[in-house]
């Protein structure tokens, strides 16, 4: 028997199967050390909606720096480097779209779209933020993010997928 919630056990496989995170040693993991970081960075960074099944959104945005950013874009560091490279307690004026993962039938919901503006519109609060960054996998997910940007009145800023997923 898992450890996890059913919707639990079903996230994991879905950002394994979209993201193919086990294959790729430069993806963010999200170990508990890594949701410990990302909480001090700011606590809206990993949201989600959940039923009593557990989880059926999951959504992680990473307020940083553009410093930051402009070196993952540019391929200096990888995505895991992401929130090793960002100082609890900064001032950060972009957020990176890490994931937003959604069980097949909770989407085309808007839901999606809730969590996250949710969780932007809370780190906006303490941030002077001007940027969305994002590195699509899906159509969807870049729909999305153009969706969350112009409503946001972020600028939006994507990084190449270089890899079949």
């Not at 609060?125 to 112009?150: C, Q, R, Y």
Request: glycine share 4%.
């Amino acid at each position: 028997m898992s450890e996890y919630s059913p919707n639990m056990s079903r996230m994991f496989a879905l950002i394994d199967e979209v993201f193919a995170t086990r294959s790729d040693a430069g993806q963010l993991q999200v170990t508990e050390s890594d949701l410990k970081k990302l909480n001090e960075i700011h606590p809206a960074a990993l949201s989600e909606l959940a039923n009593e099944n557990g989880p059926v959104i999951w959504v992680l945005v990473i307020p940083t720096t553009s410093s930051v950013m402009n070196d993952f874009l540019d391929g200096k560091i990888q995505e895991r480097e992401i929130p090793e490279r960002t100082i609890p307690g900064a001032t950060y004026d972009c957020i990176y779209l890490c994931s937003a993962t959604t069980l097949p039938e909770y989407r085309g919901k808007g839901e999606t779209k809730k969590v996250c503006l949710n969780a932007i519109n809370a780190i906006c609060k303490d941030h002077p933020i001007n940027t969305l960054f994002v590195w699509s996998f899906t159509k969807e997910g870049e729909m999305l993010a153009k969706s969350l940007a112009a409503e946001s009145k972020l600028a939006l800023r994507n990084r190449a997928v270089t890899q079949p997923h």
